[in-house]
């Protein structure tokens, strides 16, 4: 199955950009990654998905502009431009594998973004 | 409006049960995959179960395969987590969410606002 791999933090200035990746193990470089963001105390929020070949589908419901996505081998980046307070939470990647019984759902780590 | 309510978690003595209880609405029920996921304080997401939309097909994650039963009732709207033998290690917010496609692919597009399991003796 495989795995997703995210830093454990990260920080942008408050109209600053900030690029967070999840990447793939080896061998899953096909996959589609679904991105949430998840404010303090509440449930996850979906953002967009992203394959290789970028955005797939398209943006949750009330996502700004300012959210955009970029597929690149094993990598699949989330970048939010001119960030406002409002962006800081914590950032979850996650993907679906296999079928039937043994279907099931990894999830990095989480990256928390600080609004400095 | 998609609607997720998670309820019935608590606190419960490591070894004991909880059914945890997911009522949907908004949203054709008895037409997704439905899935819990959890969250220990402080950690990230971890994926524990899912259902197919009739109920005939589960899976689970190996951390809870034999302590944890899935199930759902597509008449009420409802998903269902029996959780036995419980650890400490199990204690995280519960959430329930819906499998949807959205026409792309599918993804977890709606999320409830979780239910608070602790294990302590």
């Known amino acids: 199955q495989p795995v997703l791999t995210q830093a454990p933090s990260a920080s942008a200035s408050l109209g600053a950009s900030v690029t967070l990746t999840c990447t793939l193990s080896s061998a899953y470089s096909n996959y589609v990654v679904d991105w949430y963001q998840q404010r303090p105390g509440k449930g996850p929020r979906f953002v967009m998905r992203?394959?290789?070949?970028?955005?797939?589908?398209s943006k949750g419901d009330g996502i700004p502009d300012r959210f955009s996505v970029l597929g690149s081998g094993l990598n699949r980046n989330l970048t939010i431009k001119n960030i406002q307070e409002e962006d800081e939470s914590d950032y979850h990647c996650?993907?679906?594998?296999?079928?039937?019984?043994?279907?099931?759902?990894?999830f990095g780590g989480g990256t928390k973004l600080t609004v400095l | 409006e998609v609607q997720l309510v998670e309820s019935g978690g608590g606190l419960v003595q490591p070894g004991g049960s909880l059914r945890l209880s997911c009522a949907a609405s908004?949203?054709?029920?008895?037409?997704?995959?439905m899935h819990w996921v959890r969250q220990a304080p402080g950690k990230g997401l971890v994926w524990v179960s899912r259902i197919n939309s009739d109920g005939s097909s589960t899976s689970y994650a190996d951390s809870v395969k034999g302590r944890f039963t899935i199930s759902r009732d597509n008449a009420k709207n409802t998903l269902y987590l029996q959780m036995n033998s419980l650890r400490a290690e199990d204690a995280a917010v519960y959430f329930c969410a819906p499998y949807y496609y959205d026409g792309s692919g599918y993804s977890f597009k709606y999320w409830g606002q979780g239910t608070l399991v602790t294990v302590s003796s």
């Open positions: 908004g949203f054709t029920f008895s037409s997704n995959w």
């Open positions: 996650g993907a679906d594998h296999g079928s039937g019984s043994s279907f099931l759902v990894v």
């Open positions: 992203v394959g290789a070949g970028g955005i797939v589908g």
